[in-house]
């Protein structure tokens, strides 16, 4: 792997690829099929909506601006529709079988960041405004709420057993995500996080839907619980490992790339995987950083901090090994996501995607 | 039906019983069961949320006091479980059938308690300070969300056709649900709404949760569409009967019972029934009452107003004929429901006892 010098941008965990003849040009593609196939359905969806709901979602997904004016926005890697499409193959049915799962998962996805950035008071999301920034929180609550309804619809409205088993599938993995943002917000009110307590709450709120979105397109293509298992462990760990490179970026990461402010979870107090791992290190530079954040816990807000404040203290995280031990982390989660596909009897083809898409999610800039 | 005398507290629309036999003793019976068959089954539901989530929503069920010490708290009228027994029953099936349908609405019910609260920026709730005041914003979005999530998977794990059919119902009765509130949020910045923008507005917030309850349980015991849709239709107008009745009481009801503040739905400049029908009925007193209203729109809020001054708007609102509309409304909605049992063929007591709860949602005093 790359060595980790500690400048912002750098891409921090090299992964070798599982399967050298899948490059980065077959991974842009999928991720482009999934774009192209779930986001008509998508907006179908979101045309559902009553006025000024539907306005809002719109905004949301970068397809309006504020003013309500045509925009190409960003939407988002899109790792989930394409993970969905995916999933419908290995079992055997045409991609386009993984359609309702796929818009449905994001329908999730994005009812949790709409509420999620509410919650935590975040104020950009994908380089734009946040909804309740824009159109005040009440319309951040509603158009969740609208969201995650919708998404059980559309699953619901195909009326068959598998798109029930699916919609089962959905409301754990729902479930889940909100547990993991409710330990977030108390994590964030406590002084110290075992690294285990910071696995377990982002499995819940980055590995359950992942792995939802990588097993709910077989299951609408009819495959028994083993396969749907096993691909959902593929899911779930391909989570973490997302997870972990997310941690990284929230430190480490370019704001240019990733459209959030330097240090944006230093500058939140999250505990995210390279600060409980630094705590927990032992050491002088762990010690350090356990006296700077406990002091930084009693201040209100961190608003006043200036740019070397918080590069002090991803620096210590650094000395203290934490960033090693996430990008560590990322590589063990995804050796074990990639596994996980052996369990299934799929096409050479779709296994050499997914595992393509495994290597994508660690090496990523944003 | 008795005098609208314009005193706070008195009983508004009285209605001639459906069925002479059924008293009001069989109707407290039948609430009574719902609460006791649905209560230790929505309790284990709420027990599966992580903490805190788990306090806050014992919170606001009132099963524990802001101190997380044990309360007998008042866990609201349980209209709804009563229906989905009843349902269960008049399709046939024991009301035990019903249960996880009784349970799923109520949770759905209380997610968009939670929510709307917090939007509506309401302080009180059964006499108690509502869960955003006790617990913070997010803990109120957060526990809704749960609480969605929940309805979801407690029907979903039974497993069978039927509740795949019952979950489809209720997401339908949840979306149209929130479209309800985006609505009502809108209404209260616009200075005029027609009746007949209100009374949609209100078949979606009370009028749809009401029809899956009334229907949900026929379904889980195996009705056709036909009887569930009638029952359906018993419910919706239940619900526009029983919210005809909420708007008198959110004016004139008496704050001991209903555990709100005097004048409630003026204070919040509500839309309801009896404003946009006095707004729509000409004459002296609806246009010295548009005038009033329309002044008050420009006031960023009204907390300076005393409670003369919403004596005298609510006086207007009766002297145009409001009230009496509204009453009159809550009547017309309780025939309808009441003959839509006819298309049902279910056995005489059920249907008796279905009619009487009709009954008591019109003469309820909170």
């Known amino acids: ?203 819940n709120k980055t590995g359950a839907l992942l792995a939802c979105a990588a097993s709910i397109g077989a299951v609408l293509g009819g495959a028994d619980d083993r396969t749907a298992d096993a691909l959902e462990a593929y899911g779930y760990h391909l989570g973490l490992a997302f997870q972990a490179v997310d941690d990284l970026l929230g430190i480490w990461g370019d704001p240019v790339a990733t459209g959030k402010q330097t240090w944006s979870d230093l500058r939140q107090r999250k505990k995210s995987l390279p600060v409980v791992a630094a705590l927990a290190a032992g050491g002088p530079a762990s010690e350090r950083l356990g006296e700077l954040l406990a002091a930084d816990a009693k201040s209100p807000d961190l608003d006043g901090f200036s740019e070397e404040e918080f590069a002090t203290r991803a620096a210590l995280i650094e000395e203290a090994g934490g960033r090693e031990w996430t990008s560590r982390e990322a590589r063990r989660q995804h050796a074990i996501a990639v596994e996980a596909l052996d369990r299934v009897d799929m096409p050479a083809r779709v296994r050499a995607q997914l595992a393509a898409l495994a290597d994508f999610v660690v090496v990523r800039k944003r």
């Not at 359905?41 to 909506?49: C, H, I, N, P, T």
């Not at 309006?64 to 079992?91: N, T, Y």
């Open 1 to 203: 792997m790359s060595a980790n010098t500690g400048t912002r941008g750098e891409t921090v965990p090299t992964v070798p690829p599982a399967n050298p003849a899948v490059d980065t040009a077959d991974v842009a593609a999928l991720l482009e099929r999934g774009r192209t196939l779930s986001t008509p359905v998508l907006r179908a969806a979101v045309d559902r909506l009553a006025q000024p709901m539907d306005t809002v979602a719109a905004y949301h997904f970068g397809w309006i601006d504020a003013h309500g004016r045509p925009a190409d926005g960003d939407g988002g890697k899109a790792v989930r529709p394409a993970l969905a499409l995916l999933s419908a193959e290995a079992a055997g049915a045409p991609p386009e079988t993984g359609v309702p799962g796929a818009v449905a998962v994001e329908l999730v996805h994005n009812f949790s960041l709409l509420h999620d950035d509410l919650m935590d008071g975040d104020e950009q999301r994908r380089h734009r405004d946040t909804v309740w920034k824009v159109h005040g929180p009440a319309q951040a609550i509603l158009v969740g709420d609208a969201l995650f309804a919708l998404a059980n619809e559309l699953l619901l409205e195909l009326g068959t057993v598998e798109a029930g088993r699916a919609t089962r599938r959905l409301t754990t993995a729902t479930r889940k995500l909100i547990d993991g943002q409710a330990q977030d917000i108390s994590y964030e009110h406590r002084e110290r996080v075992t690294v285990e307590e910071c696995l377990e709450m982002e499995g």
